[in-house]
Structure formats: C-alpha cells, structure tokens
C-alpha cells in the first residue's frame, strides 16, 4: 500500500521541480489517503467518528513519513536501509494508532487484512537490525 507512495515521493523529488509539480504530488497525496480512508472505512465497517481518526492519522503519519523520505532524498542517501527504517517507524505508528481507534471485531479483520502480517515483517527486520548492531 505504502510502497506506491514511496515511488511517487522518489519520482516528484528532483532538483528544480516547479510548484505545479509540488501541487500535483500534494494532490496525488490527498487522493492517495482518501482512498485508503474510504476503502478502511468499507472493510472494516466504521462509524462516522472513526473514519475522521483514521483519516487523521493516515495524514499525519503518510505526510510526515514523505517529508522524511524527500529528507533523505535531499541528502543523497543511497543507502535503501535507511528508506525501510523510516517507512517501518510511520507505518509502526499507523498500527498502533489504529489499535486505539478500532474496536475488538474491526481490529480482528485489520489483522486478517494484512496488518498482522506487515507487523511480523517489520519487527522481523527491526530485531535483525538489533541483532547485526550488537555484533
């Protein structure tokens, strides 16, 4: 889901890019969240109240993650480890803020939807990452 937008924020950033591109990313963005807002709110059935959290969070966590991004991107780092950390942290939190909006059956089908899978991955790469720094 994230990946896409990783691509869109690798392809807008380069140097000299003119405002009407930086509207058309913003937009692009926008569009991006209210999808994923929507389709969330569909699966897993949720009031009107936690579709405005959702949505919340979804454009905290997604623009602060593409600020981060365009960051190291700026910086030149070339390292895709790096990208992986910082894309780990914001969708980390986007799970976790999610436990506290979804109620016991909805947060059961989040799971099922690939959350739970998507949270192994990353703990999987956080110890390994934990484990080749105590070495």
């Given at each position: 889901m994230l990946l896409s937008l990783l691509t869109l924020s690798a392809a807008a950033q380069q140097q000299g890019q003119s405002e009407q591109d930086k509207i058309?990313?913003?937009?692009q963005l926008r569009e991006y969240i209210d999808k994923?807002?929507?389709q969330t709110g569909i699966n897993l059935g949720l009031e009107d109240w936690q579709l405005f959290y959702?949505?919340?969070?979804l454009t905290h966590d997604v623009t602060?993650?593409?600020?981060?991004?365009k960051q190291l991107q700026a910086s030149k780092v070339s390292n895709s480890a790096v990208y992986e950390q910082v894309q780990d942290k914001w969708?980390?939190?986007?799970?976790?803020?999610m436990g506290k909006v979804l109620n016991e059956d909805q947060w059961n089908k989040y799971l099922k939807q690939?959350?739970?899978r998507?949270?192994?991955a990353r703990d999987k790469r956080k110890a390994k990452l934990e484990a080749k720094g105590e070495k």
């Open positions: 058309k990313e913003e937009k994923n807002v929507e959702v949505d919340s969070i602060a993650m593409t600020a981060e991004i969708l980390e939190a986007i799970y976790q803020a690939g959350a739970a998507e949270k192994k």
